[in-house]
């Protein structure tokens, strides 16, 4: 998948960063329910291995503009979310991405497992959905009209599983 950089909104309040175009799939719908609530992102490709003076920066300039909060993704040794957790005091999503030899447990090691100190609010493999989720909770919190938006979408889940139950019954007495 390519990145569109004109997805990338001017006043974006929370960042995507991942750690290779390859990832882009996975992430994916972490900025789909970012688009859901309207909340501004903007998605970068950034590796702590592979660009670190870039991921330095962007992880140490995020707050001054204007970011709230930042998810990353990344697989195999999946050291981008703990770099930039450490560079930064904004909260960090870690989204370990499922990798060929180990399925993601090597990724989600590397995320789950911070020092005491700098934590990684880390989603399961491959979770970029919830992460998106925790994203919009997170900024909810300052936010009325935000929070009952998320009231609105629990609403909606409860609904389809007692539609779903509901659907089920419905089969049984016919
Ligand atoms: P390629 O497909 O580019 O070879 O990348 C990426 O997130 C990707 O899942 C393979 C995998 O390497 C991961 N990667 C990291 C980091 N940079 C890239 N884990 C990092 O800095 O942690």
Not at 28 to 42: G, H, M, N, S, W
Not at 73 to 101: E, N, R, Y
Request: hydrophobic fraction near 45%.
């Amino acid at each position: 998948m390519k990145i569109n950089p004109l997805q990338n909104a001017p006043d974006p309040l929370v960042g995507i960063v991942m750690g290779s175009s390859s990832d882009a799939v996975t992430m994916e719908p972490a900025r789909q329910i970012l688009l859901e609530f309207d909340v501004p992102c903007e998605v970068k490709i950034l590796s702590a291995h592979r660009t670190p003076d870039q991921t330095g920066q962007y992880a140490k300039s995020a707050e001054g503009r204007g970011i709230e909060v930042l998810i990353a993704g990344a697989g195999g040794a999946a050291h981008l979310a703990g770099v930039i957790a450490g560079l930064t005091v904004l909260p960090v999503i870690g989204v370990p991405i499922k990798s060929g030899s180990l399925n993601g447990l090597d990724s989600l090691l590397a995320m789950v497992q911070m020092p005491p100190g700098i934590p990684v609010a880390t989603v399961a493999i491959d979770g970029a959905t919830n992460a998106g989720l925790l994203a919009v909770s997170i900024l909810a919190q300052s936010r009325p009209k935000l929070r009952q938006r998320l009231k609105e979408y629990r609403k909606k889940l409860e609904r389809k599983v007692l539609d779903s139950n509901q659907a089920a019954e419905q089969n049984k007495t016919r």
